[in-house]
């Protein structure tokens, strides 16, 4: 289970080292973090990683058989439009399809537009990826979004557990969900885009992971006629209803 800690709060959490400097979300916890640094590396060890990438992230606009590890587009087909009529809950999937094993995952960040005349975000589910290995101890830092009706969701998450990959330590490796978000449909009667930006994650050395594409999504309002997007561009049919 995430932790989601107020800025009060926040010196009482756990963290196993200092966190990424570029990351939005981070900045206001890395004086801490930086003091529990000092203690818990080994004096002379420089600690150095592979620029293994991750090929892609992207949103799934049916959660419907996906799982905390499920490959996306493999396992299950990737949707990437999906009809919200107004009052109507539907959860959509943020995921990854392979985190390197060299590498692990501690952490990610991101930002989604949308447009909220059509849709709000009205929860976020993030237990799954990063809460699969045995010792993680999951964060949602200060300012990290959970709901958003304004157009941009912000959310990011890390995890404090046992330095390492899995299974000795806490960061995953391979495919999966990084967030599950519910949309709540609004009054809205067109169609708009969901857009991945500002997207950040970090590996279990606390080092930036390079991500080579990101896949976007559309949502229509109740009665707006739209054409689907195919994952290669084109369109097929009609979306999900």
């Given amino acids: 289970m995430a932790k989601v800690v107020s800025k009060g709060a926040q010196s009482q959490a756990v963290r196993r080292s200092e966190r990424p400097r570029t990351a939005r979300l981070s900045v206001p916890f890395l004086v801490i973090a930086a003091t529990v640094l000092v203690f818990c590396l080994t004096p002379g060890v420089v600690r150095s990683q592979a620029p293994s990438s991750v090929s892609r992230i992207g949103i799934d606009m049916n959660a419907a058989g996906n799982g905390p590890r499920t490959r996306v587009g493999v396992e299950t087909t ?65 300012g990290a979004d959970t709901t958003s009706s304004d157009g941009s969701y912000y959310t990011g998450l890390y995890d404090f557990g046992a330095e390492g990959i899995e299974p000795n330590g806490a960061s995953e490796i391979g495919p999966g969900i990084l967030v599950r978000i519910t949309l709540t449909g609004q009054a809205g009667a067109s169609v708009g885009d969901l857009v991945l930006q500002n997207v950040y994650v970090q590996d279990d050395l606390n080092q930036a992971v390079p991500v080579t594409a990101i896949l976007q999504a559309k949502v229509a309002a109740s009665e707006s006629p739209i054409e689907m997007p195919t994952r290669d561009g084109g369109v097929v049919g009609s979306p999900t209803t």
């Avoid at 943020?94 to 960040?109: A, H, K, L, T, Y």
């Fill in 78 to 142: 990737r949707e990437a439009c999906i009809r919200v009529n107004q009052g109507q809950t539907r959860q959509i999937d943020v995921f990854v399809d392979e985190i390197p094993g060299d590498r692990g995952v501690s952490g990610f960040e991101f930002e989604m537009l949308f447009n909220p005349s059509l849709v709000t975000v009205t929860a976020s589910n993030f237990s799954q990826l990063l809460d699969q290995a045995n010792r993680s101890d999951l964060f949602v830092p200060p």
